[in-house]
């Protein structure tokens, strides 16, 4: 089946800095979407990307589509404390072609920001 | 804000037994799913149902396990005898299109813990 490699596994940063976080896939992808996951909770869609070599921002999130259609990042900009939790990468197939479309998802990134 | 809401929150059983785990997906959405996250891991697709029958199901989704959607508004995930391997966070989504630029919204999920 299809893998997504996420990276890095985890992050400790302080409250201010940026971040950088990525996938990468040997599969294309039709769709990439970087989801944040609190603990106890479901993931929370953060930014959806459909076209090769989109840059799509959220706040200080900013997300971008490989050109490759092989890889996307996500970046945060001056982190907070809120910003803790995990983020997992999840891309849609090109293969997939009927409704139900499934998700696969990275192995994600904790991120840790320290006051 | 409308949101998928699953019950319960926590499942413990005993192996051997049947468990069913219950969503209520958002009530415009055509598309429903089931994901399972064992802890510390990646989220994993289970399965994706439209128009009253499954459309996509992995490797996960054995004989083991079935979906409903008994009465048009809970969409159920049954696994008829549990094995410890099964212990893991179990959520629902739903998806009001098929198209792009509309993403399944994820619920809390339930943990469900095999003893």
């Known amino acids: 089946g299809q893998q997504l490699n996420q990276s890095p596994q985890s992050m400790f940063i302080q409250e201010g800095e940026d971040v950088s976080m990525n996938c990468t896939s040997s599969?294309?992808?039709?769709?990439w979407l970087w989801y944040k996951q609190d603990p106890g909770e479901g993931p929370v869609l953060l930014i959806a990307l459909y076209k090769a070599g989109e840059l799509t921002s959220n706040g200080r999130l900013t997300a971008q589509f490989g050109i490759t259609r092989k890889d996307s990042f996500l970046n945060i900009s001056a982190s907070i404390p809120s910003d803790v939790g995990i983020y997992f990468c999840a891309g849609r197939g090109a293969m997939n072609n009927n409704a139900g479309n499934m998700l696969t998802f990275g192995g994600g990134t904790r991120l840790m920001v320290k006051p | 804000e409308p949101e998928v809401t699953q019950t319960p929150s926590h499942q413990v059983t005993q192996m051997g037994q049947e468990v069913i785990l219950r969503c209520v997906p958002i009530s415009n959405h055509l598309y429903f799913y089931w994901y399972r996250q064992i802890l510390g891991q990646k989220v994993e697709f289970l399965v994706s149902?439209?128009?009253?029958?499954?459309?996509?199901k992995s490797e996960i989704f054995d004989d083991q396990f079935s979906v409903e959607r008994p009465d048009g508004s809970n969409f159920t995930l049954k696994i008829r005898s549990t094995k410890l391997e099964d212990s893991a966070m179990y959520f629902c989504a739903s998806r009001i299109l098929f198209l792009g630029g509309t993403e399944a919204f994820f619920g809390q999920g339930t943990r469900l813990t095999v003893v």
């Open positions: 599969s294309i992808f039709n769709t």
């Open positions: 149902f439209y128009n009253n029958e499954i459309s996509e």
